[in-house]
């Protein structure tokens, strides 16, 4: 059975950094597509970042480009650098997958294992 865990949330001061890990357990990214999307309260979940396993494929909303970079180093781990955060990236954070995609989703139903999420907390 697929599970993902996230970790590296926090709590940080706003123009800090915190780097996001997503650990996979029963299968490794391999032939993979991963996203990172985030809730804040009240509001909808929305797409944070994407990328195909190879990463020749990626995606960034609008709001975090430059300042976040979703990278992997090794089959079983990935990783969502945030940089330069701002108090409005103040969500819990999740990251999912999805298996044999010829494309990379940014949409929620795209996506077929999440984590649990892991809280991020940026104070002004």
């Known amino acids: 059975q697929v599970q993902l865990v996230e970790s590296g949330g926090g709590l940080v001061q706003a123009g800090g950094s915190l780097r996001l890990s997503c650990a996979a357990s029963?299968?490794?990214?391999?032939?993979?597509?991963m996203g990172w999307f985030r809730q804040a309260p009240g509001k909808e979940r929305e797409i944070v970042a994407a990328?195909?396993?190879?990463?020749?494929?990626t995606y960034y909303a609008e709001s975090v480009k430059g300042r976040f970079t979703f990278s992997s180093n090794s089959e079983n781990t990935v990783y969502l650098q945030m940089n330069s955060l701002k108090p409005e990236d103040t969500a819990v954070y999740y990251c999912?997958?999805?298996?044999?995609?010829?494309?990379?989703?940014?949409?929620?139903?795209?996506?077929?294992?999440w984590g649990q999420g892991t809280q991020v907390t940026v104070s002004s």
């Open positions: 999912a997958a999805r298996w044999d995609l010829a494309y990379v989703p940014t949409a929620r139903s795209g996506y077929d294992y």
């Open positions: 029963g299968r490794t990214f391999s032939n993979c597509v």
């Open positions: 990328r195909s396993w190879s990463g020749s494929s």
